[in-house]
Structures are given as structure tokens and as C-alpha cells.
Nanobody
Framework: QVQLAESGGHLVQSGGSLRLSCAVS????????IAWFRQAPGKEREGVAS????????FYADSTRGRFTISVDLVQNTFYLQLNDLKPEDTAVYFC??????????????????????WGQGTQVTVSS
């Protein structure tokens, strides 16, 4: 059974840091990209960062580049999202998702929710001002 399980969400003060985890089971990571998305109340799901090719390829949204870092532990089949310098506008439910790579996919496409068929349940991040 394929499962993506997020954890690590918490209430944190503005300027603080968190590390989110996405444990992947029942799925080979070869030829797949994992991405982190977030969704705030009343807003569309937004791509945050993606990682593929065994961790050798990463891509970030403009809103998070420089503050967030995506990484992978291939032994543990676990992906991470390090969130630094958090702001109240980062408050959202954070999801991880998996997709099989396609030759036609461009980097920015990997931050589009519609290409991902596999999703976790999400973890809540709340940043207080």
C-alpha cells in the first residue's frame, strides 16, 4: 500500500524554524519526484519545492527560495522540508506529493498540483506574529 505521511507541523512564532517530514512507503522513488505543497484557508494549493533524480534536482517557488530547503534521505525513504525565517503568511497545511517523472515535464511544472496523483494527508503549520 502506497503511503505518504507528513509530520512536523506545529505552532511557531514569526522568525522561527520547523522541519517537516514526509515518510514514503510502498513506492519506489526511482524515476519519481516528490514535492511539497501548501494550502492556506480560502486559497489554492501552492507548490513550495520539489526534489527528484535521487536528490540531485531541486526547484523552489519564488516565495520560498532562500528560506526553505528540501532534502531527502534515500535510505529512510523520507523527504524533508526545512522552513526557516517563518512568516505569518506561511501559515497553511503542508502536503507532500509524488509523481512519476515524464520527459515532457519542465521544472516549473513540478510545482503544479494537478500533475501529482499521490498525496499525503497534510500537516498544519501555524506562524504567529
Amino acid at each position: 500500500q502506497v503511503q505518504l505521511a507528513e509530520s512536523g507541523g506545529h505552532l511557531v512564532q514569526s522568525g522561527g524554524s520547523l522541519r517537516l517530514s514526509c515518510a514514503v512507503s510502498g513506492l519506489s522513488l526511482n524515476g519519481r519526484t516528490i514535492a511539497w505543497f501548501r494550502q492556506a484557508p480560502g486559497k489554492e494549493r501552492e507548490g513550495v519545492a520539489s526534489i527528484g533524480r535521487g536528490g540531485r534536482r531541486t526547484f523552489y517557488a519564488d516565495s520560498t527560495r532562500g528560506r526553505f530547503t528540501i532534502s531527502v534521505d534515500l535510505v529512510q525513504n523520507t523527504f524533508y522540508l526545512q522552513l526557516n525565517d517563518l512568516k505569518p503568511e506561511d501559515t497553511a497545511v503542508y502536503f507532500c506529493a509524488a509523481v512519476r517523472d515524464q520527459a515532457t515535464f519542465t521544472e516549473d511544472l513540478y510545482l503544479r498540483a494537478w500533475i501529482y496523483p499521490l498525496w499525503g494527508q497534510g500537516t498544519q503549520v501555524t506562524v504567529s506574529s
